[in-house]
């Protein structure tokens, strides 16, 4: 049973909340709009956040939504870097970065509130999973609406959480809403709580108005979590007093059923606690006097947030955390051993989880792939356990966002994509997450995302596509393609040392080819592009498999006077972009080779900045090689002229030249012509993956 001196902090908490949440109502419209980001106030709703972080400590993290001013107070989250945030000053939370929804105070384990509805739900499941794996005995929280029952990423971390018995609390303040529209016109007539359940977790419910309720299962909630017995979920009732978003009463909308709103005000959680606390012996005079302490303090923040500076626009700054400097190539030293590929990535892979403890390597289907995906992780998790070396469930959002919860609490994670395809579904918590959270919060995301490109034979559309510039086109990600085993072997130890989320692309037909690599440990660098075969009349910028292919290209066109430059780029972000120049203003001819579409490729990106950069040094149009404006197909007589390879590459050389020092194309195009089958590299290639 509460008692007072459990009920009086807590009231105390929810009568700042509220009004921290009328101060910014009544000053939101203020003159001079200095108050410029959506907000989305939790009038009426404070006792869901109060009574729950009542039972956490600071090393607990709390994780929120677009509404959650409550929340951060609740965990005592700094005052004024909050409304400093709304006003979008330097003295914020996020420097401005971020406005009203995206709040972090790390110090007291506020981790990150976002807006977009269920991002922070697997962050929550990973934080909490990673204090699992450390044993430290923390648990994490996470805060959401009931709109995110209609998102697949809760029903993925769920599922996982009761899996793994992971201490974290799944908190939802069901206030009936989604925006403006009812509940039940979103979801079918069954109740919220059974799915928790179907997903085989504890559950609760409560009044999410009365602290008291609310404290109490929360209360055993956090036991159960500490206690190793798994996740809960509270199904907290409660009502929006105010708009959506912004500072306003909208009950002229119409939304609202007639008298709902005067029903729920007499049902305000203040009002419930400060009845409750006069019935155990406190006065009125008492309970009124502990508003307008409050307020005084507030209003002084308010003075003071808006009185400190903005912040100086750093522009780009912050959108990765700083990473180490590491040499462009391996140890020459130590250059005897020739290896695959695929055994340079699984040597890095044994390496780092040998020297980081808490590494852990996850991907579906890995315990039970015989091939140990292509050969790239066979063997290591006899070698390092099953619970460092993990399956994973078919939920890539999901999982994605719990690997990045792990990291965030400086637990690495090594994720393994069989197809990049499959990345897609994962493309929130890559490209709304991972890439945002350092520039907006200063935080670290430590992880290595590996996916495969290309093609085995016969993939057709949908696993066999090469995505480089699409994730290339997001800030915040490293997106990194390897070609030789060296590189292979240095570029990965190099992402996992990274505290930046990494992309690491393995093009399917690069896994098989063979080259010197050293046996000790080292890193190289994510962000140089190589200079493979030196040339003065063109320059080729080419990706992963097209480097390959380029030089072969190149070798014939020597016999034949054209001597070409080849530069593997190695890195689409940071694109690396001075060899090329250096390159081109030799040449002035430039042509390049990518694995993926033309139409918004990396062609397209290279060949505009050096029109931008070195126009006058191009004697000829640059030319892009890529895939053709349509899905992959499967049929080996419709794929064959869908991929480029050194026969195109030497076509496209042959055509930058003068028509005066041009060999035959005939004499070229024989020589390069495939040899085989034209779907696969080399007749080793087993297919069909
Ligand atoms: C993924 C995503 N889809 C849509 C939105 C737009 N949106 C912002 S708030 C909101 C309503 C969310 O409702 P709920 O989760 O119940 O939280 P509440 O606003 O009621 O606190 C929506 C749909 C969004 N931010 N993110």
Redesign the pocket.
């Known amino acids: 049973m509460i008692t007072l001196s459990d009920l009086l902090p807590l009231y105390r908490h929810m009568v700042r909340i509220r009004l921290v949440e009328e101060g910014i109502a009544n000053r939101y419209g203020e003159e001079g709009q200095l108050m410029r980001c959506p907000i ?1 106030l939790c009038v009426g709703q404070e006792a869901a956040a109060v009574g729950v972080c009542a039972h956490l400590r600071p090393q607990d993290g709390v994780f929120g ?3 959650s001013h409550g929340h951060y107070l609740a965990k005592d989250g700094d005052l004024l870097a909050l409304i400093a945030e709304l006003y979008g000053k330097d003295t914020g939370c996020c420097q401005g970065r971020g406005g009203s929804m995206h709040l972090i105070d790390p110090s007291v384990g506020f981790m990150g509130a976002v ?5 922070t739900i697997p962050l929550a499941v990973g934080a909490a999973w990673a204090g699992q794996r450390l044993g430290d005995g923390s648990v994490a929280v996470v805060f ?5 029952f209609e ?1 697949g990423v809760l029903h993925e971390t769920m599922n996982f959480a009761s899996l793994r018995k992971i201490p974290v609390l799944f908190v939802c ?1 069901n ?1 009936q ?3 403006n529209t009812l509940l039940k016109d979103r979801q079918p007539d069954r109740s919220i709580h059974g799915i928790a359940q179907a997903h085989g977790m504890a559950v609760y419910q409560a009044d999410g108005n009365d602290v008291e309720a609310v404290w109490e299962v929360a209360r055993q909630a956090t036991r159960r979590a500490r206690a190793g017995e798994g996740p809960a979920f509270l199904e907290l009732s409660t009502y ?1 007093m105010l708009e ?1 978003c912004g500072p306003n009463d909208d009950e002229a909308l119409g939304y609202r059923a007639v008298g709902e709103l005067a029903a729920w005000r007499e049902r305000c959680p203040l009002k419930i606690t400060a009845k409750r606390l006069q019935q155990l012996g406190m006065s009125q005079d008492a309970i009124d006097r502990i508003g307008p302490q409050l307020k005084q303090e507030i209003d002084a923040v308010f003075i003071q947030a808006k009185a400190s500076p903005l912040p100086e626009n750093t522009r780009g700054a912050n959108v990765f955390a700083p990473s180490q400097s590491w040499p462009v190539a391996a140890p020459t030293t130590e250059l005897k051993r020739q290896i695959t590929f695929f055994g340079a990535v699984r040597e890095a892979s044994a390496l780092a989880l040998a020297d980081d403890p808490n590494l852990f390597l996850i991907g579906e289907g890995i315990p039970s792939d015989p091939a140990g995906v292509f050969g790239t992780v066979k063997g290591l998790r006899q070698e390092f356990g099953s619970e460092r070396v993990l399956d994973m469930p078919i939920a890539e959002n999901g999982l994605t966002g719990i690997c990045i919860g792990a990291a965030l609490r400086g637990i690495k994670s090594i994720m393994v994509y069989y197809r990049i395809d499959f990345l897609y579904l994962a493309m ?1 918590q890559l490209a709304n997450v991972a890439a945002k959270w350092h520039y907006l919060f200063h935080q670290p995301v430590p992880i290595v995302i590996r996916a495969i490109i290309g093609r085995g034979w016969g993939q057709g559309p949908q696993h066999s596509q090469s995505f480089q510039a699409m994730f290339g086109h997001i800030p915040g990600l490293k997106v990194v393609m390897p070609v030789t085993a060296q590189d292979a072997k240095g570029m990965l130890l190099a992402a996992v040392a990274d505290p930046n989320p990494v992309l690491f692309l393995e093009h399917r037909w690069l896994h098989g080819i063979i080259g010197e690599v050293p046996e000790v440990s080292y890193c190289t660098a994510l962000d140089r592009a190589r200079l493979v075969r030196e040339g003065k009349d063109v320059t080729i910028a080419a990706f992963s498999f097209m480097v390959l292919e380029a030089l072969k290209a190149a070798e014939i066109l020597a016999q034949f006077g054209v001597d070409c430059e080849v530069i593997d780029m190695r890195s689409v972000q940071p694109l690396d972009l001075e060899p090329v120049l250096e390159s081109v203003n030799k040449t002035g001819r430039l042509l390049v080779a990518d694995t993926g579409w033309v139409t918004c490729g990396m062609g397209a990106e290279i060949v505009a900045r050096v029109v931008e950069r070195a126009f006058p040094r191009l004697k000829v149009a640059p030319v892009r090689i890529g895939l053709p404006d349509y899905p992959a197909p499967t049929a080996p007589s419709l794929a064959y002229d869908y991929y480029p390879d050194a026969e195109t590459v030497g076509r496209q050389v042959i055509a930058l030249l003068e028509s005066d020092v041009r060999p035959s194309l005939d004499a070229v195009v024989s020589r390069l012509r495939w040899q085989g089958k034209r779907d696969v590299p080399n007749p080793q290639f087993k297919g069909p993956f």
């Open positions: 989305h939504t677009h509404r807006p977009i509805v269920g991002a959401f609406g009931d709109g995110c998102e303040e206030n809403f989604s925006i929006r959506h929130d």
